[in-house]
């Protein structure tokens, strides 16, 4: 084909487009155009540039990912070297910082906080708004050249869009930000890191350590392609020579953002030291809820002339400092290792640990999960091992200090039987964990029990695992149906239950026969059945006499339940013990069925979608997510532009700041009620 001036013209349109949309998506988060539309954009540019070959420039779309490297990294000298921060740990610190900065400008500066993003230093440099180089930051004076791999980063743009800018009147030439160094954290999120390390599992590869040293290792690869896979994002942060016309920190990182540089939203200018110790403790309890690690905050003097005057030493900008978060992690002794028996018999082993503090509680007890891992991660008991809180509650042993180790540690080997009844240990295929199948084993018994009566379930107060394993023992109870039968006089028996605690205990399990059908679908403990799944079950099949008769197909064509579950309900019915179970709920006439709900002009909520922050104060979370159900709304734990409003209680965290950013409706609790017409 050749290259009319028409074609050449829509070749020039479409990247144009195309790298417009990539801005909104990888640098603002904001898409205006399905996915669809956008590949069909790429398809047809990618069409036209394969029949005139002559029209490929290096900096098109089409072209992020390139060659494979050969001969390896070519050092580049900075012509500005990348420094590094001084590390504070405490606010003192930071207030103390501030007192430093008065006392040597002589007036009060102003800051610019920002996280801290565990990455890597990388230096881009944009020539006539091209991207011409990326460096890593080496040893701070010399780095390696990794262009071909930051190309191969979808949130790097190849051009810097000057359309835009100019189309937001800047007050000077946009020409003198065609030529810019910028700097930045090149990092993989939370969720390419996982992604990205399973792959390596199957492939028996050794894994990241974290997405750090994950985020190095690929931008030192030879290849760019393995880049481009691996789903890395960048954060830019600093302009080494102010740009022009600027004056300050934050406006220069505003108009980087307006030109097509990916620069992290939380960004904040504050007037005060005050300020700036706040946000970095308000960070500190959300920083776990990010899609990627930060390690602290980094507070920085916003005027140039004011960084100017403090300047630097030789390793660090006076200007600047880092705060760290306290750490996620610690080394403790591994003192034994114990195995609980769960409510369907899986054994977890269970890191008994020296008492150690982290991050606010004391740690004694850490999860191992399988054996398996424990032999993968080759954890021995008296090791001296890391453990973390991860986004679960439960912190997790991660791994042992080797270097620690006296010769004396043993490893550790999954008995045959189970520790508490000691039947025979099973493994079935393709599955990890060892299990007890006794369904009488008095451990599953008490788990089961335990699982019945929780909030989430019947919700029964009074009856905590204590109590529990005395019912047990007094063989009051086999099984959670005998809940409902219990006699005052038997529970008056038992130590530490006093009148009182009789009756209020009593009322508890008479409260719990009224509970809705889908806690209690939830509560009998079908597998794989979470609370979830029940809701969705008890949605379209309202009773448990039609659940009992409802076939695979009905089930499983249920959106969201999928042929694992549908399978479960199936097979639960069909296990006379459960049938058993079943009748003596029903004779205790616990709910077995959803009530009759409202007609659809009284569910003036449907279709709704709610996202609660912050606490209310005329109910709990609980009470208000069932209210909004039952007038037919939706409630939903992540804000997104399809969530129709945001409830915001007192202290609201970061659900609202993504509202009001996606300009979603926040509405406080009296319009709530307002809404709800209570
Ligand atoms: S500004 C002159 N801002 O932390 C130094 N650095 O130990 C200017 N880092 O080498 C750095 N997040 O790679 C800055 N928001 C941020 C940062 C950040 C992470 C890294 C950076 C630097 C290291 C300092």
Redesign the pocket.
């Known amino acids: 084909m050749h290259a009319t001036p028409e074609i050449k013209k829509r070749v020039e349109d479409l990247r144009r487009e195309i790298n417009h949309h990539n801005y909104r998506y990888y640098v603002l988060n904001d898409p205006v155009i399905s996915d669809y539309e956008y590949d069909m954009l790429v398809k047809e540019l990618e069409e036209l540039e394969e029949h005139c070959p002559e029209l490929i420039t290096s900096d098109s779309p089409t072209q992020r990912v390139g060659a494979e490297l050969t001969g390896g990294f070519v050092h580049i000298e900075h012509k500005i070297p990348?420094?590094?921060?001084e590390?504070t740990y405490s606010k003192e610190e930071i207030f103390e910082f501030d007192r430093r900065m008065q006392r040597e400008l002589g007036s009060k500066p102003k800051y610019v906080v920002?996280?801290?993003?565990?990455?890597?230093?990388v230096s881009l440099i944009y020539k006539k708004g091209k991207l011409v180089q990326g460096t890593t930051?080496g040893n701070g004076f010399v780095g390696d050249d990794v262009t071909h791999n930051i190309r191969a980063i979808k949130s790097i743009p190849l051009t810097l869009l000057t359309e835009k800018v100019r189309a937001e009147a800047l007050t000077y030439p946009i020409e003198n930000l065609m030529n810019i160094e910028v700097?930045?954290?090149v990092i993989m999120p939370k969720g390419s890191f996982e992604r990205v390390n399973r792959k390596r599992e199957r492939e028996n590869k050794p894994l990241f350590a974290n997405p750090r040293n994950a985020a190095a290792g690929t931008l030192k690869h030879l290849d760019p392609q393995v880049t481009a896979s691996r789903g890395l994002d960048i954060?830019i942060?600093?302009a080494?020579v102010p740009l022009k016309g600027y004056n300050t920190h934050y406006d220069t990182l505003m108009t980087l953002k307006k030109i097509g540089l990916k620069v992290?939203p939380d960004v904040k200018l504050c007037e005060s030291a005050e300020e700036v110790t706040n946000y970095c403790d308000s960070w500190e309890p959300r920083r776990r809820d990010l899609p990627y690690e930060?390690d602290g905050?980094?507070i920085?003097v916003n005027s140039f002339e004011q960084q100017q005057k403090l300047g630097?030493t030789t390793k660090?900008?006076r200007w600047?400092i880092?705060y760290k978060f306290p750490a996620l992690q610690v080394t403790t002794k591994l003192e034994n290792i114990i195995l609980q028996v769960g409510r369907t018999g899986t054994i977890t082993p269970v890191a008994i640990l020296t008492p150690v503090k982290l991050s606010g509680s004391t740690i004694s007890r850490a999860t191992l999960h399988n054996a398996d891992e424990i032999a993968r991660k080759d954890i021995r008991v008296g090791d001296t091992v890391f453990i973390e809180k991860g986004g679960e509650v439960i912190p997790e042993v991660v791994k042992p200090v080797i270097e620690k180790r006296t010769g004396k540690e043993k490893p550790f080997k999954m008995p045959s039987t189970c520790p508490v009844c000691e039947s025979k240990l099973v493994r079935y295929e393709g599955e990890v964990a060892w299990r007890c199948e006794n369904m009488r084993c008095p451990a599953q018994v008490q788990r089961r029990i335990e699982h019945f009566v929780q909030r989430n379930a019947m919700d029964i107060e009074g009856l905590g695992g204590k109590v529990i394993a005395q019912l047990i023992e007094a063989r009051l109870i086999k099984d959670f149906t005998d809940i409902y039968y219990l006699k005052r006089e038997n529970l008056l028996k038992l130590e530490r239950m006093a009148d009182k605690s009789v009756d209020n205990l009593l009322d508890a399990i008479e409260k719990s026969k009224t509970c809705d059908f889908h806690r209690v679908l939830f509560a009998i403990g079908i597998r794989y059945v979470g609370i979830h799944a029940a809701k969705l079950l008890a949605e379209k099949i309202n009773s448990i006499d039609k659940l009992k008769e409802a076939s695979f197909e009905d089930i499983s064509s249920i959106p969201e339940i999928g042929p694992v579950v549908a399978q479960s309900v199936v097979d639960f019915f069909k296990d006379p013990k459960n049938l058993k179970v079943l009748k003596k709920l029903r004779k205790a006439e616990v709910n077995l069925k959803t009530a009759v709900v409202a007609p659809f002009r009284m569910r003036p909520l449907t279709g709704k979608t709610f996202v609660l922050t912050g606490t209310l104060v005329s109910f709990t979370r609980d009470e208000t997510t069932r209210l909004i159900e039952s007038l037919g709304g939706r409630v939903s734990s992540s804000v997104s532009k399809k969530t129709d409003y945001v409830v915001a209680g007192e202290s609201p965290g970061s659900k609202y700041d993504k509202a009001q950013k996606l300009g979603v409706s926040t509405i406080d609790e009296k319009e709530f009620k307002e809404l709800l017409k209570i």
């Open positions: 990348m420094l590094s921060l590390n920002e996280l801290k993003f565990d990455g890597v230093a930051r700097r930045g954290e954060f942060h600093t080494p992290n930060v905050m980094v920085k630097s660090n900008p600047a880092a």
